[in-house]
């Protein structure tokens, strides 16, 4: 990244208030996050809207909401250096969701992997904001001329159907959007469930699959001890024949920097329990800090209500501008506030 001001990036992006947030979100986005805070003002963006769209529990949410923000806080998030905030503070993000649906095809929507996998889920209610999900997402990132956006691997069909809607709308009004790119790390960007390594980790599936940001170490030692590998008893990285072994690999190289070939070298001759203690130590050593930094924090609510608001006025500000250009490209009649 660049260090003088005009090569400063604007950097947007998002996590849901899901209550558990894994090591998937923290290896493939938070630390992203993180390193890309001396750019040109991130934001990021508690998303409770798109959390409705399963069903939630009015006063768990409202917890997760401050809870999330106050871990981003703990993962080293300096709220002078970053606008963070919460989704529904911002009505910026619901109109524009509004204007961008008039410029997405229903063909596009129903192609989203994440919309078939949900409604797959959740049977019972495959409501209209499941369907329209991304089009909120392609909303939040637009909102703010957004050049990058760190997301793990899993995102990346929504922001290519976001790059799709932005260049659509130029094409028609001229340029009023800048389209964004994904930022998605090398290493980690898709971080697999340590009891079934052919699926991504997920807090929606069992306990035993997921290590949490604050998991306990423990807790981590534990599941890590139970992961899933293969009856081989040789360390190397091959995703398709040994994807519980690569997975370990991938984690043990995104937490220390060891690359993959070092990894194997050194293990030669070693068992898997070698390999998931090192794994175990290397979680307990990276979340460690953040859970006691966390702990902190989620108990200063004065702190907590104090930033969201600062955040929330910051990115209305930004909204505004974007929203006043869009109305005028549009032809939506003039208003004075
Ligand atoms: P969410 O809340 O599911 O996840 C937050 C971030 O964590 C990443 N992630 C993973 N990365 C690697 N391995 C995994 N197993 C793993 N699980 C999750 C996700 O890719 C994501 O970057 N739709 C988004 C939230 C969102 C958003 C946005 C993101 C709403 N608006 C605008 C970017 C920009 C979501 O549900 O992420």
């Excluded at 300096?78 to 993000?93: A, E, F, T």
């Excluded at 907590?304 to 909204?319: H, I, K, P, T």
Aim: proline share 4%; net charge neutral; glycine share 6%.
């Amino acid at each position: 990244m660049q260090a003088n001001n005009e090569a400063k990036k604007r950097i947007f992006s998002g996590i849901q208030p899901s209550g558990i947030l894994t090591l998937g979100n923290y290896i493939g986005a938070l630390r992203s996050w993180v390193q890309l805070q001396e750019e040109a003002e991130p934001l990021y963006c508690v998303v409770d809207l798109h959390a409705l769209t399963v069903r939630q529990d009015p006063a768990a949410l409202r917890r997760r909401c401050t809870d999330t923000l106050a871990l981003l806080l703990a993962l080293g998030l300096d709220p002078k250096k970053n606008i963070l905030y919460c989704q529904s503070h911002v009505s910026g993000h619901s109109e524009l969701s509004w204007l961008l649906g008039c410029f997405t095809y229903m063909g596009e929507l129903s192609r989203m992997t994440q919309f078939k996998d949900k409604a797959q889920r959740h049977a019972d209610n495959i409501n209209a904001g499941l369907f329209t999900y991304p089009v909120l997402m392609a909303a939040d990132i637009l909102l703010y001329q957004t050049d990058l956006v760190p997301i793990g691997a899993d995102q990346k069909q929504h922001l290519e159907l976001t790059r799709d809607i932005a260049i659509r709308f130029n094409n028609l009004y001229g340029d009023v959007f800048t389209v964004p790119e994904a930022y998605i790390p090398k290493v980690g960007a898709r971080i697999m469930s340590i009891t079934d390594p052919t699926r991504k980790m997920s807090k929606s599936d069992e306990e035993a699959s997921y290590i949490a940001i604050l998991d306990e170490p423990e807790v981590i030692r534990r599941k890590l001890k139970r992961a899933v590998t293969d009856s081989e008893a040789a360390v190397y990285f091959d995703p398709e024949k040994k994807p519980g072994v690569s997975n370990l690999m991938s984690i043990l190289y995104a937490l220390t920097g060891e690359n993959l070939e070092a990894i194997a070298n050194r293990f030669q001759g070693k068992g898997y329990g070698d390999l998931k203690t090192e794994v175990a130590d290397a979680c307990v050593a990276a979340l460690s800090p953040v859970q006691a930094e966390y702990k902190r924090i989620q108990a200063d609510k004065a702190y907590l209500e104090q930033v969201m608001a600062d955040g929330a006025q910051r990115a209305s500000r930004l909204a505004f501008k974007t929203l006043s250009k869009v109305h005028k490209k549009l032809g939506l009649a003039p208003y004075k506030l």
